[in-house]
């Protein structure tokens, strides 16, 4: 075959492939629900409660999409992933959306064949110690055990760090989550490094005496968390970040799970058209022009969602900083829906 025939044939195959595959939405309606890839169970973001059910900021993401798709946020399904497993466990359609603490780096958002439809929480990787250990920053950790968890971003982060600050340490790296946390609390390393937000969650959920633990002061890298998809479903991409913009958009229209049946009367434009009072918005997307109301209405806006989950109504009590809107300071910025 010639250079032409052999692209000639390229072409036609990935016709084929495209046209063959059925579209992420029609599988996950002709299902009847929506697989979204969690974590093991770390509470606050994805964890099962103890009635079985999972709840957390991620887990509010996936129903909100079951939302959006099924008017019944409770059309969804997780599966567990350790940080290794979740990457693959996408590319190959196990899945359908990882919604799971995972940070959006350059690598993953090209070279994986995933792509990232948004931030649902902007974090930095920190440092936890005992407090026994009588360290105060994070400069003072030269020589230190650092526990970690295999298939992260923390460990390539950490060794940066270490360099450019003149620091050695002796990485202790784990696959699952639960050896990280056992390893960590019988005293096998001296220090665990993951995102803020995990510290937090370990420190209150996995540690018998939080109070004998504290999270340093330094953050040593941007760590944006958000939902990822496969590459090459632009529909499938579009609902997943419209639904993130719906629950920010929400919120900055003060539209809340328990006025979202009053708003529906708002003279507000911006709030008919998130509300489909105006429709165009659902059929964008190929949803229901309530898909957005059906998100506020049964899971609520993403303010109601981190103090529920992570915040102020949590155990984990962690400020909103940075996860506050553009117009309190923070970096959440909803989209226009128009
Ligand atoms: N944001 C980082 C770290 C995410 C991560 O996987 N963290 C671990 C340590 S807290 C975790 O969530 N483990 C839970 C599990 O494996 O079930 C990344 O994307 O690589």
């Not at 799971?100 to 090209?110: E, K, L, M, P």
């Not at 005293?187 to 665990?192: N, P, Q, T």
Request: contains cysteine.
């Amino acid at each position: 075959m010639n250079k032409f025939n052999t692209l000639l044939a390229g072409l036609v195959l990935a016709a084929i492939g495209s046209t063959a595959q059925a579209s992420t939405l029609d599988t996950v309606k002709q299902r009847g629900h929506v697989v979204c890839g969690t974590t093991t169970g770390f509470a606050g973001f994805s964890a099962p409660d103890d009635k079985g059910e999972w709840k957390g900021l991620d887990v509010d993401l996936c129903k909100s999409v079951a939302a959006a798709i099924f008017g019944d946020a409770s059309k969804f399904k997780t599966v567990p992933l350790n940080s290794q497993q979740r990457f693959t466990a996408l590319q190959s359609g196990e899945i359908d959306i990882l919604t799971r603490n995972t940070t959006v780096t350059q690598q993953r958002d090209t070279a994986l064949g995933l792509q990232s439809p948004g931030v649902n929480f902007y974090d930095g990787q920190g440092f936890l110690v005992s407090k026994k250990l009588g360290v105060k920053s994070a400069k003072e950790l030269n020589g230190a055990t650092i526990c970690m968890q295999t298939g992260t971003s923390n460990e390539n982060t950490m060794a940066d760090w270490a360099r450019a600050n003149n620091i050695k340490y002796t990485p202790v790296v784990f696959d699952q989550f639960n050896e990280v946390v056992s390893a960590f609390a019988s005293g096998r390393c001296d220090v665990y490094s993951t995102d803020a937000s995990g510290l937090a969650s370990i420190r209150i959920s996995r540690l018998s005496n939080p109070n004998d633990y504290e999270v340093l002061p330094e953050l040593i890298s941007k760590e944006p968390l958000g939902p990822f998809v496969r590459q090459g479903d632009d529909q499938w991409y579009n609902i997943v970040k419209w639904v993130l913009q719906a629950q920010f958009n929400a919120e900055e229209l003060g539209v809340t799970s328990a006025n979202v049946d009053e708003q529906l009367k708002s003279t507000n434009p911006n709030i008919q058209r998130l509300l489909g009072v105006t429709p165009g918005a659902g059929k964008n997307l190929g949803l229901d022009e309530k898909w957005a109301y059906n998100i506020v209405k049964q899971v609520g806006n993403y303010g109601e969602s981190f103090e529920r989950n992570v915040g102020k109504g949590s155990p984990l009590q962690i400020p909103r900083g940075l996860n506050n809107l553009w117009t309190n300071g923070g970096l959440h910025y909803g989209l226009p829906i128009r």
